[in-house]
């Protein structure tokens, strides 16, 4: 959050408000994007909109803004959406040096609803808003080693869905080709043994064969890819030097999607703003006499599956994750609870080995 002291405002000759208490006029310019424009309004710090313009969307998009805005020296910006549709004009902002605050799409639709009353949203009016506030709003960073982690995590994802995919699509066709069907957990490697004792009788059945065929190869291209994949995380994991990956439980993938959806630590000032950011703080529910508590569904729920991979692993595995979840038991609690209270506990493990990275880094470059 950018601290704006009091001021008093006063005009100059060229119709701008000037913050006699700096002497230093600060402009923010709020960002309203789309696909194919972006629409930008300029504002002081008195809430006054000075200037607006729609840039259309090409490759001297960014040049152009910054071209426009060279007559305010001293300026941020503020753009609507900063993960999703305005990704990438703020990332190319805050590559150049810019100071860029990402607000949240739902905030400027609550603040153009209680300042209008309504839900039209020219696009003059959404930048306007986005350029008002004022709030605690997480500011951008240039892209880093994290999000190499997150794009491949995603991949990673879709390539394990797609593997799945096919396998289940030949246990569909192996099924009508030998009795029995194949076995439940398949590889490329137990079907093509399969395959090799399978003998056509009928044009249906080498069509069969045909497909059971393709599917093969298919399966062993997105095994090339997964192992692929996983090296690439790999090195990345290596180049980002985080101690994550001695935690019991935590393989390369975990850790991998781990780091790369929380990104900058740095952005939770207290262990309480990391764990409820991963879901794992339960929220209370007590009603009357009753004191009880429920599962909190807000936050990253990515971040809170790992946590509980994590916790079943420990769970299962033994050692001091095990011990602390028999406790709990012992205490009481029911399995869900317990799990519950070891994702907890794994929360502010997790939050205090990134923060020690982050000082380790620091201090391996001063």
Not at 65 to 93: D, T
Not at 141 to 158: C, F, K, N, V
Not at 178 to 201: F, N, V
Not at 280 to 292: E, I, V
């Amino acid at each position: 959050m950018v601290h704006i002291p009091p001021y008093e405002v006063a005009h100059d000759h060229d119709h701008l408000y000037v913050d006699t208490w700096s002497g230093v006029q600060v402009i923010t310019i709020g960002i309203d994007p789309h696909k194919s424009s972006h629409t930008a309004v300029a504002v002081d710090t008195a809430g006054h909109q000075l200037a607006q313009r729609r840039f259309v969307v090409n490759a001297g998009t960014v040049r152009q803004l910054m071209r426009w805005c060279e007559r305010w020296p001293e300026r941020r910006f503020a753009v609507e959406g900063a993960k999703g549709l305005g990704r990438s004009l703020a990332q190319q902002l805050a590559s150049a040096g810019e100071q860029v605050a990402d607000v949240p799409s739902t905030l400027s639709a609550r603040a153009r609803l209680l300042a209008t009353g309504g839900n039209r949203k020219p696009d003059a009016a959404d930048a306007l808003h986005v350029a008002l506030f004022r709030h605690d709003l997480r500011t951008v960073e240039p892209e880093d080693q994290s999000t190499i982690l997150r794009l491949l995590t995603e991949r990673h994802a879709d390539l394990v869905n797609e593997r799945i995919r096919i396998i289940n699509r030949l246990h569909a066709v192996l099924r009508d080709l030998l009795p029995g069907g194949a076995p439940t957990r398949l590889s490329a490697e137990k079907a093509a043994t399969l395959m090799k004792g399978i003998h056509p009788a009928t044009a249906a059945d080498c069509c069969r064969c045909d497909l059971a065929r393709d599917l093969l190869a298919d399966l062993r291209r997105v095994d090339r890819q997964v192992r692929d994949n996983e090296a690439q995380m790999r090195d990345a994991l290596a180049a980002a030097r985080t101690a994550l990956t001695v935690l019991p439980g935590l393989g390369t993938v975990l850790a991998a999607k781990l780091l790369g959806h929380v990104g900058d630590v740095t952005g939770f000032p207290t262990v309480d703003l990391f764990v409820s950011y991963t879901s794992t703080a339960p929220l209370d529910a007590s009603s009357g006499k009753n004191t009880r508590h429920r599962l909190n569904t807000g936050g990253n729920r990515a971040l809170d599956c790992v946590l509980h991979i994590i916790a079943v692993c420990q769970i299962r595995d033994g050692g001091r994750g095990q011990d602390y979840y028999l406790r709990k038991i012992a205490e009481g609690k029911t399995p869900a609870e317990a799990r519950r209270a070891l994702k907890r506990r794994l929360s502010n493990v997790v939050y205090r080995t990134l923060k020690r990275d982050h000082r380790t880094a620091i201090a391996a470059a001063a």
